[in-house]
């Protein structure tokens, strides 16, 4: 009777990723960028974690993930939402754990909105993880129109000494000044009177009536124009991910998650 030998490896069972991930992998491994499985991990847990943080996923209607990609084209290809466009940017803009970085003039991203489908005057959040600040003040991380436009959103930063110009869904920017370090910056409107706002560590409330939200595209790392689509603000921040889409509970719901995420990053 001969001796049997069976190879364990033949059973191991293939990981399971979150679903949403798991098309996002399919998708990079078709335009031929597979995801190294360390960032399968990492992606997989942070949209898992998301999804357990209570109505926040619902009310997400672009998640874009950079991380573990080695292309523009494959870094933007959106967990879910519509595929955002990069103007201008090329393959050595981006690192793989850390994001697109912009050049402050003529590089930015068109997240492919203008009006998003399951938001209101009253009922929008957009919030971004930045891994690089600007160097050069004034530069936006991100915008829906101008300092002047009606029912602008946008986030300015460096305008002074430790600030930073936002605003959302309404015409006035409100100046913010501290925590202007990397991290995660967004907007959250839920209601006409006041709208919250974050910048790295802190979240704040503030209060501004809402204006109708324009009809211009959303631009990430610049702005478009007051009165039109052109960029403006060119920012050389750099972006890890974002997301757009209704007003949420609050901004700080992204917090454990990203932390977590950031973390999972930084150990491969």
């Not at 619902?58 to 080695?70: C, H, K, M, R, S």
């Not at 933007?76 to 466009?85: A, Y």
């Not at 704040?204 to 009536?209: D, L």
Request: aromatic share 8%; proline share 4%.
């Amino acid at each position: 009777m001969s001796d049997i030998i069976i190879n364990p490896f033949v059973f191991a069972s293939e990981p399971v990723y979150d679903s949403d991930a798991q098309s996002l992998f399919d998708s990079r491994q078709d335009f031929g960028d597979p995801v190294p499985t360390a960032y399968k991990e990492a992606i997989s847990d942070y949209i898992t974690e998301l999804k357990a943080v209570s109505g926040l996923w619902d009310n997400i209607t672009q998640l874009v993930i950079t991380a573990g990609a080695t292309t523009i084209f494959t870094s933007l290809i959106p967990v879910k939402g519509s595929f955002p466009s990069g103007i201008n940017l090329v393959n050595g803009d981006l690192g793989i754990k850390t994001g697109i970085k912009g050049n402050g003039s003529t590089k930015y991203i068109q997240s492919g909105y203008t009006t998003v489908v399951g938001t209101s005057q009253n009922d929008f959040h957009m919030y971004g993880y930045y891994t690089e600040m600007p160097t050069t003040n004034a530069t936006a991380l991100f915008g829906q129109g101008g300092a002047t436009t009606s029912g602008g959103t946008m986030i300015l930063y460096g305008t002074g000494a430790n600030n930073t110009s936002i605003k959302c869904r309404n015409s006035a920017a409100d100046t913010v000044t501290g925590n202007t370090g990397v991290g995660g910056y967004g907007v959250n409107r839920n209601a006409s009177a006041n709208y919250q706002a974050k910048r790295a560590s802190t979240t704040s409330t503030i209060t501004r009536t809402s204006q109708a939200p324009p009809a211009r595209r959303i631009h990430l790392l610049a702005r478009t124009g007051n009165s039109d689509d052109n960029p403006a603000n060119h920012s050389d921040a750099r972006l890890l991910l974002w997301t757009i889409g209704g007003g949420i509970s609050s901004l700080n719901d992204y917090d454990t998650p990203t932390s977590n995420f950031i973390t999972a990053l930084n150990a491969i």
